[in-house]
């Protein structure tokens, strides 16, 4: 089954360096856990001609979920509803029910919230399926392509953790046929010692990938995330669960201690 998903972080002010994209990260994570296999995480700048070329190369290259965030705002710079209706050859309408949404909860007329700005703003292609934002305002939508169905959300972090965990993460419930599982451990050792010990067990469980990052070490040691992806129907945890406990034993035939972080994150 095909597993990929690429992501999208859409606005100028990101490719400049003016504000750091913090979405990607945590969508990546989010997408991983669920199952979905990241292949791909791009920014790019408010350019209607980019964003159509990037989103048609990414639907030619067939990944199961395309995800999206920005350029869904009211400005002149918000540009992503127009490039996903042309890449799906469709037109762009505001559904009424974004507009009752928007006088409900300002309590407003219909007439009242009839703006153009926020006629933009509550855009969405025709082709696709609209989702009300339980945090903000823009909508967000689903939109198929081909074989893809790219997920859109407004850029604000706080709507897009609202959007995802409300629409995106239960559809994505089931949708991969892989598992994923991870850990972070610290280690009583420097990144030269750990390497040798981290492809022995990269080795002999090979759904295991570990990671250290020497820029991050600790009172407790060197951080090295474990995770594992099963796309063979095993199951992930256990998998886990054994590359965990090969990674202690090797460490300690050195003298080295692993100290586990059950509940730590992969937001450092």
Not at 92 to 119: K, Q, S, W, Y
Request: net charge negative; with cysteine; hydrophobic share 40%.
């Amino acid at each position: 089954m095909n597993d990929d998903v690429e992501i999208f972080s859409i606005g100028t002010e990101l490719v400049s360096g003016l504000v750091l994209d913090t979405n990607s990260h945590w969508i990546a994570g989010e997408v991983s856990i669920a199952g979905g296999d990241v292949r791909r995480v791009t920014a790019l700048a408010d350019d209607t001609q980019a964003l159509q070329a990037e989103l048609r190369a990414s639907v030619a290259r067939g990944p199961r979920v395309v995800v999206t965030t920005g350029g869904l705002g009211p400005t002149p710079d918000d540009l992503t509803v127009e490039a996903i209706a042309a890449v799906a050859g469709s037109g762009v309408h505001t559904p009424a029910e974004v507009l009752e949404d928007f006088a409900a909860r300002r309590g407003m007329t219909i007439d009242e919230v009839t703006t153009p700005p926020r006629l933009k703003m509550g855009s969405v292609p025709r082709a696709s399926r609209v989702y009300l934002n339980p945090v903000g305002w823009a909508p967000c939508f689903a939109t198929d392509v081909g074989e893809s169905t790219i997920w859109s959300m407004p850029g604000p972090p706080r709507e897009v953790e609202g959007c995802f965990d409300t629409h995106i993460r239960p559809a994505l419930h089931g949708l991969f046929a892989a598992q994923t599982a991870r850990m972070r451990v610290y280690i009583d050792a420097f990144e030269s010692e750990t390497s040798p010990f981290m492809q022995r067990v990269m080795r002999e469980v090979p759904a295991a990938y570990l990671k250290a990052y020497v820029g991050q070490t600790r009172v407790n040691g060197l951080p090295v995330d474990i995770v594992v992806r099963s796309t063979d129907g095993g199951d992930a945890r256990a998998e886990l669960d054994a590359a965990y406990e090969l990674f202690s034993a090797i460490a300690a035939e050195s003298g080295k201690t692993i100290t586990l972080q059950p509940t730590a994150p992969l937001r450092d």
